[in-house]
Structure formats: C-alpha cells, structure tokens
C-alpha cells in the first residue's frame, strides 16, 4: 500500500513538472480604457483659445503693420508706430520699439501749472528707461528743427547723448500744441548701432492726424501743410539727420 500511494506521488509530480514545462504565457493585457472622470474629460478635450492680445504693453509682442495707427493720449489724435516695430497702446500713451530705438506719444495739458512739459518729459523718459540725472535744462531756448505735418507745427528738439541699458545714443524730443489746451510730447532714443530708426520716427511724426469726423471715411485724413510762424535758422543737431523730414 505504502509502495503503491509513493508511485503515485511521483506519478502526480511528474504530470505537474511537465504541465509546467509546456505552459504557455498569455499575451499581456491590453491597457485599460481611459478614465471617464470629469477631470480628465476636460483635460482630453483642447485648450480654449487665448482672447485676442489687446497691445496694452510690449510683452504681448504686437507689431506694427502698415495700416496702424493708434491715439495720442487721450486727444483723439493718431500716429502710425513705425512698421515691424513692436507697440503698446497704454491708456496714456503710445509706445514702439524695436532692437534699437523706442518711441513714446502722450499728451498733456499745456495750461497746467503742476504738471508742464519737463515734468511730462522726464516721466516718460524715465519709463523708457533714459537715464536724466544731472541735466538741469531739458529744452533749448528754440527747437532744432520746425516742421508742417498737417494742420499743426511740430518741433523737434536733439538733447544730446544718452544710454538705455547698455545701449549708447541720442535723446530726441518732439512736441507739438493741439487746437484745443493739450499738446503732444513724444520721446524717442535711438542708438548709434540703428542706422534705419531715425528715418522709421520721423515717417511716424508725419503720420500725426486729427480725430476722424464722425461718418468720414477710416482712411487717415490727406494731410496739409501748415505754414511755418518763423524761419528762425536751426541749432547744431547731435547726429540725427533731421533734415529727412519733408
């Protein structure tokens, strides 16, 4: 009996060894269907698309296209950046740049005994990151160039060298009185590297226009030529070529 029940054990042990040998592996599981939880529902489905960028600061990276024109402050007026700059449209004022240069348009009160144009100046100056520690006297006693553009005279003004960063070049100013009390200052720097900005600021000077008359057409106003008060014979300039404004 005791014979008989080891034969079987072994009998058994051999089946098990060689039902072992010859077991196949099953292929592995296919993956388990995704989630249907509502967070991953909403993370499967495509991102909303952004809202349309409103060019209120540089950061956004708007550029300039031939048909751009923003206002001036709050007159009314537009200007046109200078194309393929990028720009911002503040509450208070325009603002371009590109790797070189940088404009800034507001306007102001003229009439304005606490806020006059040095201090308007200096305000934005500082916010393109002009550096004006030390100078006393902002403004010569007459601009170096008087020019037409359109309806308005507009003066412009070379202040001399400044530094942007680590960017060397000149400071230059130009300001015009509107009809009304307000009058446009811009602020523009260019450095010596830029050969093409000075041209790209004073195409934007010309650009100034009045606000549209309600039921005309968008089309910027044909602009006509102011005549010059005076004919005062123009200060030495610090390099920019102020003559290319016709």
Same mark, same amino acid.
């Given at each position: ?12 042990? +051999? ?9 196949? $592996? ?10 249907? !939880?509502? &967070? @991953?529902?909403? @993370? ?8 349309? &960028? ?21 007159? #009314?007026?537009?200007?046109? =950046? =200078? ?28 009439? !304005? ?13 500082? /916010? ?5 520690? /030390? ?24 202040? #001399?060298? @400044? ?19 307000? +009058? ?8 010596? !590297? ?18 549209? $008359? ?18 005062? =014979? ?13």
């Amino acid at each position: 009996m005791r014979l008989e029940f080891i034969r079987s054990l072994a009998s058994l042990a +051999a089946t098990v060894t060689l039902a072992a040998c010859t077991h196949v $592996v099953p292929a592995s599981a296919p993956p388990p269907p995704p989630p249907t !939880s509502a &967070s @991953a529902v909403a @993370a499967s489905e495509p991102a909303p698309a952004s809202p349309a &960028s409103k060019c209120e600061s540089l950061e956004e990276a708007c550029v300039a296209a031939a048909h751009t024109r923003t206002t001036v402050g709050r007159s #009314g007026w537009t200007i046109a =950046p =200078p194309g393929g700059w990028k720009f911002a449209q503040k509450e208070d004022a325009t603002i371009a740049a590109s790797a070189g240069a940088t404009i800034a348009v507001t306007t102001y009160d003229r009439l !304005s005994k606490s806020r006059s144009r040095d201090v308007v100046f200096r305000e934005i100056a500082g /916010g393109l990151g002009v550096d004006l520690a /030390g100078r006393e006297v902002l403004f010569p006693k007459r601009p170096h160039k008087r020019r037409p553009v359109g309806d308005v005279v507009v003066s412009l003004y070379e202040l #001399g060298r @400044a530094k942007v960063s680590q960017q060397e070049g000149v400071l230059m100013v130009f300001t015009t009185d509107l009809p009304s009390e307000a +009058a446009v200052l811009g602020v523009a720097f260019v450095a010596d !590297s830029d050969k093409s900005a000075p041209g790209q600021i004073l195409r934007s000077i010309e650009s100034l226009n009045p606000p549209l $008359v309600p039921g005309a057409s968008l089309e910027p106003p044909r602009a006509v030529k102011a005549r010059l008060s005076s004919d005062e =014979p123009d200060e030495p300039n610090y390099g920019l070529d102020l003559h290319t404004l016709h």
